[in-house]
């Protein structure tokens, strides 16, 4: 009897424990959706279209911790010749808007295409995944359900405000959305109407997404009087453990410790805070990163990204 009783309590355990199933997930859902003040023909629409995606979890299952690759081989990638000509072009067609934009949110228009280019290809290549499909997908898989439950609700209200339909919302396969790639939470903090038609339409609208993506970097304490920080070289013998975004000097102070620009000159005598980052050791590219580099990786805190948008945009500045 004994020994039947734990047979039981075992199977009764292994009842309560069993992962519900995907519909059975969303019916949850569902439930903590009504309590956000949500309309009843959002949440209807929204739900007919959710469908479990097993190739969200295998590109999720997919990422490596940390490609093994230098800044020497990846930026040729992520900012090849075409790219930078694309930049240029797509930066000299959109320069009226662009400068109002600029103006508007104190931000370098060459930043904002250069994120524009390295996000989607200027636009072209948003992603095709639907977005609450997506997020509902990972939230149910469970390895970061709060963070994207929260990304899912966000999702919600923007559907329920007009911004976008259910059907066309669409993105990434981890629920980045748009010509900028913004997760729905970004979206809700940080897009804008600056067309003035009504809707944050980063889908569709070159002006709200490109406005949107300077209201980022704005929010992000932007400073249009500086650039993004250099390249440099160190002194022979340097200690490489004075580095690091969370350490911060001014560029005298830098040029005293033996820091010269990456030709050799001297640094500008400026005081301005930067901070030496070595993304690949003392041996790889070393830079001096400004503030403004530090609100790129509030976008995203990768120093691959954050160089890459950095050299594109150069690029769109310093040409042959």
Same mark, same amino acid.
């Given at each position: 009897?004994? +020994?039947? %009783?734990?047979? +039981?309590?075992? +199977?009764?355990?292994?009842?309560?424990?069993?992962?519900?199933?995907?519909?059975?997930?969303?019916?949850?859902?569902?439930?903590?959706?009504?309590?956000?003040? &949500?309309?009843?023909?959002?949440?209807?629409?929204?739900?007919?279209?959710?469908?479990?995606?097993?190739?969200?979890?295998?590109?999720?299952?997919?990422?490596?911790?940390?490609?093994?690759?230098? &800044?020497?081989?990846?930026?040729?990638?992520?900012?090849? !010749?075409?790219?930078?000509?694309?930049?240029?072009?797509?930066?000299?067609?959109?320069?009226?808007? &662009?400068?109002?934009? %600029?103006?508007?949110?104190?931000?370098?228009?060459?930043?904002?295409?250069a994120l524009w280019g390295i996000e989607t290809?200027? %636009?072209?290549?948003?992603?095709?995944?639907? #977005?609450?499909?997506? $997020?509902? #997908?990972?939230?149910?898989?469970? =390895?970061?359900?709060?963070?994207?439950? !929260?990304?899912?609700?966000?999702?919600?209200?923007?559907?329920?405000?007009?911004?976008?339909?259910?059907? /066309?919302? !669409?993105?990434?396969?981890?629920?980045?959305?748009?010509?900028?790639?913004?997760?729905? #939470?970004?979206?809700?903090?940080?897009?804008?109407?600056?067309?003035?038609?009504?809707?944050?339409?980063?889908?569709?609208?070159?002006?709200?997404?490109?406005?949107?993506?300077?209201?980022? $970097?704005?929010?992000?304490?932007?400073?249009?009087?500086?650039?993004?920080?250099?390249?440099?070289?160190?002194?022979?013998?340097?200690?490489?453990?004075?580095?690091? $975004? !969370?350490?911060?000097?001014?560029?005298?102070?830098?040029?005293? $410790?033996?820091?010269?620009?990456?030709?050799?000159?001297?640094?500008?005598?400026?005081? &301005?805070?930067?901070? +030496?980052?070595?993304?690949?050791?003392?041996?790889? =590219?070393?830079?001096?990163?400004? /503030?403004?580099?530090?609100s790129i990786m509030r976008w995203n805190r990768?120093?691959?990204?954050?160089?890459?948008?950095?050299?594109?945009?150069?690029?769109?500045?310093?040409?042959?």
């Amino acid at each position: 009897m004994k +020994l039947a %009783g734990l047979v +039981l309590f075992a +199977l009764s355990s292994s009842v309560v424990s069993a992962k519900p199933t995907f519909d059975e997930y969303l019916s949850t859902l569902r439930t903590e959706s009504e309590t956000l003040g &949500l309309s009843s023909d959002t949440l209807d629409d929204a739900f007919a279209s959710i469908r479990y995606r097993k190739k969200t979890i295998v590109h999720d299952n997919a990422q490596p911790e940390r490609q093994k690759i230098t &800044l020497d081989a990846y930026i040729p990638r992520a900012v090849p !010749k075409w790219k930078i000509a694309k930049a240029r072009r797509s930066y000299d067609q959109n320069i009226e808007l &662009l400068a109002r934009i %600029g103006k508007d949110y104190g931000v370098q228009p060459r930043f904002i295409v250069a994120l524009w280019g390295i996000e989607t290809n200027f %636009g072209n290549y948003t992603g095709n995944f639907s #977005t609450l499909s997506a $997020l509902a #997908t990972l939230a149910y898989d469970g =390895r970061r359900e709060t963070f994207f439950k !929260k990304e899912f609700f966000a999702a919600l209200k923007i559907i329920d405000e007009g911004h976008i339909t259910a059907e /066309n919302m !669409k993105g990434s396969w981890a629920g980045a959305m748009g010509q900028v790639q913004f997760m729905p #939470t970004s979206f809700n903090a940080y897009a804008v109407d600056y067309n003035n038609d009504g809707k944050k339409d980063i889908w569709n609208s070159k002006a709200d997404a490109l406005a949107s993506a300077a209201n980022y $970097l704005k929010q992000a304490k932007w400073d249009d009087t500086y650039t993004w920080g250099r390249q440099v070289t160190l002194p022979k013998g340097y200690d490489a453990k004075i580095s690091g $975004l !969370k350490l911060t000097k001014t560029l005298p102070e830098w040029q005293a $410790l033996g820091i010269r620009t990456f030709e050799g000159k001297s640094l500008p005598n400026v005081v &301005l805070d930067a901070s +030496l980052i070595m993304p690949d050791g003392e041996n790889g =590219r070393i830079y001096l990163a400004y /503030n403004n580099y530090k609100s790129i990786m509030r976008w995203n805190r990768s120093d691959y990204f954050a160089t890459s948008v950095a050299y594109l945009s150069d690029a769109i500045k310093f040409r042959d």
